[in-house]
């Protein structure tokens, strides 16, 4: 019975609010009254689709920065031979017929270890042999050579870098072609200049550039700058120091470099053979343009002539 009315009272009122607006009013209040825990229900919703969208957003972010950061090395790297390539552009030219000019071959690695030996100046990078890293290749940051592979692994590899006292690297300084061997001191921010003659022409703020003797750095590369050279009169060699232009202990991202590894008298037949073929191409167009304008008749020609007048 109490059943019956309560469905009898609960359809009237919605007949009565549904053609009145008597209860209008009363609607207002309750909902003022209820919204409250309308707003604590939500609560929960509210939060997880906040947390979910911060986080997706931080994700996109971060992989937006990962990739902004191996372009950014993408780009530096080919800065860094300008200043080389403004002094031997012609000479090298010259030499290979532009051929030793083509960029290199990079992959982008992050440093992931570092070698707890004060003595030994080695690092661990997430790159191994499945991603092709072969022994002896060089490394690189945005600011100059770093070292070259001494172990690799099947998804890490180290490196040794130029500070290492074990470490040596052929270098010229930029300016003049002046050739030295840089070598490592185990200090993070010094190089030595091994064996240079104390009336050689090198001053403090040349550029040393690696010069690619012995086809294990690629040519061309930021290495170091001199940063002190002492003469001394009864030595016959100076005492030349300076700074690598890499961030040795700060850089976190890092560059594999893929070198040609063709000899100089490969890349000399590869360039001459290509000359060769381009002359050929150029004189077999002259020599169709030429017989296509033999082959024109006459009258044709005569009237080109007539209708120019």
């Known amino acids: 019975m109490r059943l019956l009315v309560f469905t009898v009272l609960s359809a009237a009122l919605m007949v009565v609010d549904a053609r009145f607006t008597v209860l209008q009013p009363l609607r207002t209040q309750l909902g003022l009254v209820v919204e409250p825990v309308y707003w604590l229900g939500r609560l929960p919703v509210r939060l997880w689709e906040g947390a979910t969208q911060e986080l997706s957003t931080r994700n996109e972010l971060a992989a937006e920065n990962e990739k902004l950061k191996a372009e950014q090395l993408m780009m530096q790297r080919r800065l860094q031979k300008l200043a080389a390539l403004t002094e031997?552009?012609?000479?090298?030219?010259?030499?290979?017929?532009?051929?030793?000019?083509?960029?290199?071959?990079?992959?982008?690695?992050?440093?992931?270890?570092?070698?707890?030996?004060?003595?030994?100046?080695?690092?661990l990078i997430d790159k191994g042999s499945k991603d092709g890293v072969l022994l002896g290749q060089p490394v690189l940051d945005a600011r100059g050579l770093m070292g070259?592979?001494?172990?690799?692994?099947?998804?890490?590899?180290?490196?040794?870098?130029?500070?290492?006292?074990?470490?040596s690297i052929p270098v010229q300084v930029n300016r003049n072609g002046l050739r030295a061997i840089a070598s490592g001191t185990g200090n993070p921010e010094r190089l030595e200049l091994r064996h240079v003659a104390d009336t050689a022409d090198i001053k403090e703020g040349d550029l040393l550039v690696s010069s690619g003797l012995g086809q294990r750095f690629p040519a061309g590369?930021?290495?170091?700058?001199?940063?002190?050279?002492?003469?001394?009169?009864?030595?016959?060699?100076?005492?030349?120091?300076?700074m690598p232009t890499a961030s040795l202990n700060r850089t976190r991202f890092m560059l594999l470099v893929f070198t040609d590894t063709r000899t100089p008298e490969q890349r000399a037949s590869d360039s001459a053979e290509a000359q060769e073929a381009f002359d050929r191409e150029r004189q077999g167009q002259a020599e169709a343009a030429a017989g296509a304008a033999s082959a024109t008749p006459p009258e044709a020609a005569s009237s080109e002539q007539e209708a120019g007048q």
């Open 88 to 123: 031997q552009n012609v000479r090298l030219r010259e030499l290979l017929n532009s051929a030793a000019l083509v960029d290199d071959e990079v992959l982008a690695t992050e440093l992931i270890g570092i070698d707890p030996n004060p003595y030994s100046h080695r690092i």
């Open 148 to 167: 070259q592979v001494v172990e690799v692994l099947p998804y890490s590899s180290r490196v040794l870098l130029l500070t290492d006292t074990t470490h």
């Open 221 to 242: 590369y930021p290495v170091a700058t001199v940063t002190e050279v002492i003469h001394d009169s009864g030595q016959p060699f100076a005492i030349v120091r300076a």
